[in-house]
């Protein structure tokens, strides 16, 4: 008979309440398509005390944060907050973290309960994923940690973490698949009306790109142009001459004030609306490329794929349900 595995997801004041029920749904899915128990789900508050969730939902904890209870955990996962990232860390969650962790066979993350882990020294020297919003702050915020903004899920060592929301049910099938094998795995995605292994990665969900214009007023007079009139030729000759500058002082001047070089901001906001266009479902998308000044179809493509990490069809897919 298999060991039962205690799965352990620790749920701090204002959690996101699918980051808790999402993964607990695929592990109980798990117990019934093996017919056994297999996995035990232990929600774990900082008191004996209902949870209010972000959503203002209130779930009820199995066992207390500290307090001592008979079963090993063997997996530990901390679910996330909209508002994590800007509250102090709580000193006894942090060493209540270390302690699980050290006999836990495995450990980690959904969404932004990250930064519970980081603050633990917990995701050192390791490559994690996060919720696309809040990674830089994690990067940043903590710079010995490896963030990956575009994963779904990673796995390093003992350590997994998941990206936002959903994403904690990619991440739980991704652990069943590892306890109980593909079969079961994709037993359950099935039923759960799921991908087994979802496309892309989120990149296709940010929106980080659609940034304000930058720089002296000159330049962001010279970006809304540029985005007023995408179908024309941007080169940096061409820019430069519109903001009267040599190509070189232009090229230079834009690169430090906005951050970025002319071309490849304009590369940027050329994908963003294209974004907007295949979303809205009205262009048809061999006309996107010519609107948003792109040379062709297959250049479209490509600078798409960099960016958003699928194709413009993959992606419109996604929010045109039926083609008119």
Request: with cysteine; hydrophobic share 45%.
């Amino acid at each position: 008979m298999a060991a039962i595995r205690t799965v352990a997801i620790l749920a701090p004041p204002g959690v996101q309440l699918l980051d808790v029920s999402g993964p607990l749904d695929v592990f109980a899915e798990a117990n019934v398509q093996t017919g056994k128990i297999i996995y035990r789900p232990l929600v774990v508050g900082i008191e004996a005390a209902p949870i209010r969730s972000s959503s203002g939902v209130r779930l009820m904890p199995d066992a207390v944060m500290g307090a001592r209870h008979d079963e090993k955990i063997h997996t530990l996962l901390v679910a996330g907050c909209p508002d994590i990232a800007d509250r102090p860390a709580d000193p006894a969650m942090i060493a209540w973290l270390r302690d699980v962790t050290a006999g836990a066979r495995r450990y980690g993350s959904v969404c932004s309960g990250a930064f519970l882990l980081a603050a633990a020294g917990l995701l050192d020297g390791r490559r994690v994923t996060t919720h696309w919003a809040v990674a830089g702050r994690l990067a940043a915020r903590y710079p010995s940690v490896i963030v990956d903004e575009d994963a779904i899920y990673l796995r390093d060592g003992r350590l997994r973490t998941a990206a936002g929301v959903t994403a904690g049910l990619d991440l739980a099938l991704a652990l069943v698949e590892e306890d109980l094998g593909r079969d079961i795995a994709m037993k359950v995605a099935s039923q759960l009306v799921m991908f087994f292994k979802r496309p892309g990665g989120q990149r296709q969900f940010s929106r980080k790109g659609e940034a304000a214009p930058a720089g002296r007023s000159a330049l962001q007079e010279l970006q809304r142009w540029v985005i007023a009139n995408l179908a024309k030729d941007h080169n940096v000759a061409a820019l430069a001459k519109r903001a009267d500058l040599s190509p070189r002082h232009f090229a230079r001047l834009f690169h430090s004030e906005v951050g970025v070089t002319p071309a490849a901001w304009v590369e940027s906001i050329r994908v963003d609306a294209a974004r907007q266009m295949l979303e809205s479902g009205r262009v048809a998308p061999k006309q996107v490329a010519a609107k948003c000044g792109f040379a062709d179809a297959d250049t479209l493509r490509r600078a798409f794929s960099r960016h958003v990490g699928v194709t413009p069809a993959e992606y419109r897919k996604r929010y045109v349900w039926l083609e008119n």
